[in-house]
């Protein structure tokens, strides 16, 4: 499939430059021309998941169990071991131009299929299938969310296609995110990047308010205190950080069963080939 137009490093640069920028592009995604425009130049197509972090995870305690429980990094463990081609970038677009202090900048996407081997060399390298899961690992453990699914976004600025043939792998930290600009986006192109569907996440009677879930944990600014109680708004997109986070154990994330996560793999493998 080869190249199709390769970023260089000084396009690359220049992304990085514009980032703080933007929460006023997503504001303007809101006017009608713009919003059509954008929808079909960059979010075409798409379907982008985020998946909770695995010491989050309840299965709903009224489903009996099935005897090996599937942890939604499996899901992004599936998708390496199936695909034939992989990529990690040397470093986080995202984290790069917000200028993160708090998580690893040098922890970037890994994009699987044929599409990644016109990504210009100078910004990452084709690794083998056990590197690739030693990568998503090593983000796990530096707190890190995944986000997975088709990204036309991702093929624009790589400079990259077919899009059928490009799997998109994010690392995300609650503070540089992209899709943090999530509630002032769209609403028509914010619907792309969605939860994992059948989690339920709720707050229980052990809140007292204190407010942690608060302080720049949430990457879309979904939770509130409200009459003295946290509140969790439909922005929400389930990555479970707030769970891990509050000190009162009474936040919970529940998934109705394992079947949410083949559901997942089926639906995102109907958009990507990655052989």
Same mark, same amino acid.
């Given at each position: ?8 490093? !000084? ?11 933007? @929460? ?58 199936? =695909? ?13 131009? =917000? ?32 590197? =690739?899961?030693?990568?998503?690992? !090593? ?39 992209? @899709? ?57 997109? =389930? ?37």
């Amino acid at each position: 499939m080869g190249v199709f137009v390769a970023r260089s490093t !000084r396009f690359v640069k220049l992304l990085k430059k514009v980032y703080p920028a933007r @929460y006023l592009a997503a504001l303007i995604t809101n006017l009608p021309v713009v919003e059509s425009v954008a929808d079909f130049g960059f979010f075409m197509g798409d379907d982008v998941v985020y998946l909770p972090k695995d010491n989050t995870i309840q299965i709903n305690k009224s489903i009996p169990l099935p005897e090996e429980i599937v942890l939604p990094s499996q899901v992004v463990e599936h998708f390496i071991e199936k =695909a034939n081609y992989h990529w990690i970038m040397d470093f986080c677009l995202c984290r790069d131009g =917000a200028h993160c202090n708090d998580y690893p900048r040098d922890f970037g996407c890994l994009f699987l299929g044929e599409a990644v081997t016109g990504i210009n060399p100078q910004l990452g390298r084709m690794v083998s299938k056990q590197e =690739a899961l030693d990568h998503v690992k !090593r983000c796990r453990e530096a707190g890190l969310v995944h986000m997975v699914g088709r990204n036309k976004l991702d093929r624009v600025w790589l400079g990259v296609r077919p899009g059928h043939k490009l799997l998109t792998i994010c690392n995300c930290c609650p503070c540089c995110c992209l @899709y943090g600009t999530l509630p002032y986006m769209s609403p028509r192109i914010g619907k792309k990047i969605q939860k994992l569907s059948g989690v339920q996440i709720s707050v229980n009677e052990l809140c007292i308010g204190c407010g942690t879930c608060c302080e720049g944990i949430c990457f879309v600014d979904a939770i509130q205190i409200i009459d003295g109680r946290a509140s969790i708004s439909d922005d929400c997109r =389930a990555c479970g950080r707030c769970v891990e986070a509050c000190p009162e154990g009474a936040i919970e994330l529940t998934i109705e069963s394992n079947l949410v996560f083949n559901e997942t793999i089926e639906r995102l493998s109907s958009l990507i080939d990655l052989t």
